[in-house]
């Protein structure tokens, strides 16, 4: 049994739930860099924007879902050029408190011109 976390303020781009919460853990859809209410990429600050807004839709996901970004446990990390990688690790070193989540990565294709898309589980607080 799960519950789908969902929300006007949710970006969702296809069919599927934004996140669903099973047991003591929440499972986020990849949440690419793009406002959740126009659906735009970040018009200024280049990829360094674009990731910080993907992590900012996971946050606010994770929000809904009664944890954040201090309880993820996993990341996958969807990007489209490898040039990025220094950058979503200087990112991911700046927002994710230490030790950080364990992450797995992939050179992808995204829809829509997009460059990051991120995806997590995270553990919710006081669930065990």
Request: overall charge negative; some cysteine.
């Given at each position: ?22 047991g ?85 294709g ?5 460059r ?13």
């Open positions: 049994m799960y519950e789908v976390i969902s929300g006007d303020d949710l970006p969702v781009l296809g069919p599927y739930s934004p996140a669903v919460r099973a003591g853990l929440v499972f986020v859809s990849a949440q690419a860099g793009i406002d959740p209410f126009t659906g735009d990429a970040p018009a200024t600050g280049g990829f360094d924007a674009e990731c910080r807004q993907a992590i900012a839709n996971l946050a606010r996901v994770l929000g809904r879902a009664g944890t954040d970004l201090r309880h993820v446990v996993r990341t996958t990390v969807f990007y489209a050029d490898l040039a990025d990688v220094p950058v979503i690790n200087a990112v991911f070193a700046d927002v994710f408190p230490s030790p950080p989540p364990a992450r797995s990565s992939a050179l992808v995204l829809p829509g011109g997009r990051i898309a991120i995806d997590a589980i995270a553990a919710i607080p006081d669930s065990a």
